[in-house]
């Protein structure tokens, strides 16, 4: 069984890069694979697709925090155009 959940673990983190914004799905990713992690009866093949997991989805929450924070000014000041 946590075989499977690492491989869902690590398809929701790779779908979390098609789809922009895909915040929830990294999110679930890295708790699905953490899960994953937690179980004794993994196998090596499954600890790596968790750890796979984790890693991709802490990747992609990090280049969007990268580009919010990057994006920052400008979108202060649209939100201030948008203001008046």
Do not use: C, W
Request: charged share 10%; aromatic share 8%; net charge positive.
């Amino acid at each position: 069984m946590s075989d499977k959940l690492a491989l869902g673990a690590l398809t929701l983190a790779v779908l979390s890069f098609v789809h922009l914004f895909g915040v929830e799905k990294a999110a679930v990713a890295v708790v699905f694979g953490t899960m994953a992690l937690k179980d004794p009866s993994l196998t090596p093949r499954g600890q790596k697709l968790a750890m796979g997991a984790v890693i991709t989805g802490l990747a992609y929450l990090a280049v969007i925090t990268g580009v919010f924070i990057f994006h920052m000014p400008m979108l202060n000041g649209l939100a201030s155009h948008l203001a008046k």
